[in-house]
């Protein structure tokens, strides 16, 4: 039976390759950084989890989606420049 940690690696690289795919059909900016974007999808999910088993209600985590949406929306999964 796999770890969790090897599921939660799973979905992240499942994500990642759907994430590709968009990007070379032209639904995503050409220059969105896959692995990135998978990471803090990953990340935020995870976090809503863990909120989710301590308690939280509703209200939290649709702020927590709100709130990464709107980071998206910003372009914040872009890839950076190589360089020093």
Known sequence: ???LGDRRN???ALFERRVR???????LPADTDA???ARFVGAVLRG?????RDGA???EPE???????RGLAGGSCRRRPEGP
């Open 10 to 12: 799973a979905n992240t």
């Open 1 to 3: 039976m796999a770890s």
């Open 48 to 52: 809503m989890s863990l909120q989710a």
């Open 35 to 37: 692995t990135a974007l």
């Open 63 to 69: 702020a927590v989606v709100e709130t990464a949406l």
């Open 21 to 27: 795919t968009d990007v070379a059909a032209g639904v």
């Open 57 to 59: 209600g509703r209200v």
